[in-house]
């Protein structure tokens, strides 16, 4: 396929790319290195035949602008950032591009081949079909989806969790309160606004799959496997949170301290703040894991039952 041909069957996505990015750009949204990861990310959603894909990429990222939006200034009240400024939500870097949508570039990435190896496919697309996995084909839309609903829950239950009226609980210790924004803290507000995010990316591939190729009626084993899986990745998210996640918080004030673009926050002896917990993963490391194997899991799942999309 040319340069020509592509431009012009993907004109909607081309098009939808350039408009968020130039939102992305007035609005401070994303940082440079992150307007470049994105772009690479969308193209990858491009090329694979199932335009659904690219549609599950657009309203994650326009329902994470919104629901970050909801409530900053008190998200800003409630925790503090380590490089002085307030706290929230800041631009997101390329980093946390990559952990809400590397894995399922790569997963797309996969299916991209495979179906260009499938005999039917190949002739459509005018290539030479190479391996044929029919069984990995059909289950890899379904980790692509379920992806999608996990990083949607976590995001939700993340940034509307926090305003919840009742007081967190460490998810690994649910008789133990926690300060807002405590790494692996939970609410059942939280996980019902995960429940919400999933449903809502459930429908969106819903739509997608029956109005635009492979234009097929998803199954309601699959429909309810996929908003399943994003309220489980949203608690795994908790989970890893908890137990490979230090949270950092304030000597004096007693809030969680964040690292600007999920990184790490400094702690030194003697200092204003006090880390709890193991620091093995960055919140960057715990999402990327937590979207892989959510992703994988649901695809077992489907492979057991033999689900496909």
């Not at 509307?160 to 690994?172: D, E, N, Y």
């Not at 999933?198 to 635009?212: H, Q, R, W």
Request: aromatic residues 8%.
């Amino acid at each position: 396929m040319d340069l020509t041909t592509f431009a012009r069957d993907h004109a909607g996505q081309i098009t939808a790319t350039i408009g968020l990015v130039t939102f992305a750009l007035a609005k401070n949204k994303l940082t440079p290195g992150g307007i470049i990861m994105a772009i690479i990310v969308a193209t990858v959603h491009m090329l694979d035949p199932f335009p659904v894909f690219f549609w599950l990429l657009v309203p994650f990222f326009l329902l994470g602008v919104l629901v970050t939006k909801i409530g900053h200034a008190e998200k800003a009240r409630l925790t503090k950032s380590s490089d002085g400024s307030s706290g929230g939500e800041g631009p997101r870097n390329w980093m946390q591009v990559v952990a809400n949508g590397g894995i399922a570039s790569v997963l797309i990435a996969l299916h991209t081949y495979l179906a260009g190896s499938n005999p039917y496919m190949a002739l459509r697309l005018g290539v030479n079909p190479g391996i044929y996995a029919p069984k990995l084909q059909g289950v890899l839309p379904i980790g692509i989806m379920a992806h999608y609903g996990a990083v949607a829950a976590d995001t939700f239950g993340s940034e509307l969790g926090i305003l919840a009226k009742s007081t967190p609980v460490l998810v690994t210790a649910p008789w133990r309160k926690v300060p807002r924004g405590t790494n692996g803290g939970i609410t059942i507000e939280g996980l019902a606004y995960g429940l919400l995010a999933s449903f809502l990316i459930t429908v969106i591939a819903y739509i997608g799959t029956y109005f635009m190729p492979p234009y097929r009626v998803l199954s309601t084993d699959v429909g309810i496997l996929v908003c399943l899986m994003g309220v489980f990745g949203s608690i795994l998210d908790s989970f890893l949170g908890a137990t490979v996640q230090a949270t950092v918080t304030d000597r004096g004030s007693g809030k969680v301290v964040e690292g600007p673009g999920g990184q790490r926050v400094k702690v030194l002896a003697g200092g204003s703040r006090v880390q709890l917990g193991r620091d093995i993963l960055t919140n960057n490391g715990v999402n990327l894991a937590m979207a892989g194997l959510t992703s994988l899991l649901a695809m077992a799942i489907a492979w057991v039952l033999d689900l496909s999309v």
